[in-house]
Nanobody
Framework: QRRLVELGGGLVQPGGSLRLSCAAS??????????VGWFRQAPGKEREGISC???????NYADSVKGRFTISKDNAKNTVYLQMNSLKPEDTAVYYC????WGQGTQVTVSS
């Protein structure tokens, strides 16, 4: 059974950093040629895509996070990461990864 687990969320002050991880089980990002996306959903808003990484490691970012967030992956650990720097209150949301299935999400709260 394919499964994703996101970790790394928490409470951080504006300007701070967090690194989220998305670990896969039941399938392999590298061997199975999956692209992986990070999404987020703020209260009262629709889920939005913010970054993705292809099987060949090409990356894309939404304008709202470009220059602040970095997506990467470690095929050996079957894990995709989202390094988030210069966090803003508007980054507060539940963050999800997707590779054909959704993880359970991890809460990120940016507040002083």
């Amino acid at each position: 059974q394919r499964r994703l687990v996101e970790l790394g969320g928490g409470l951080v002050q504006p300007g701070g950093s967090l690194r989220l991880s998305c670990a896969a089980s039941g399938f392999a990002f590298g061997l199975d040629y999956y692209a992986v996306g990070w999404f987020r959903q703020a209260p009262g808003k629709e889920r939005e895509g913010i970054s993705c990484i292809s099987s060949s490691s090409s990356t894309n970012y939404a304008d709202s996070v470009k220059g602040r967030f970095t997506i990467s992956k470690d095929n050996a650990k079957n894990t995709v990461y989202l390094q988030m720097n210069s966090l803003k209150p508007e980054d507060t949301a539940v963050y999800y990864c997707n590779a054909g299935v959704w993880g359970q999400g991890t809460q990120v709260t940016v507040s002083s």
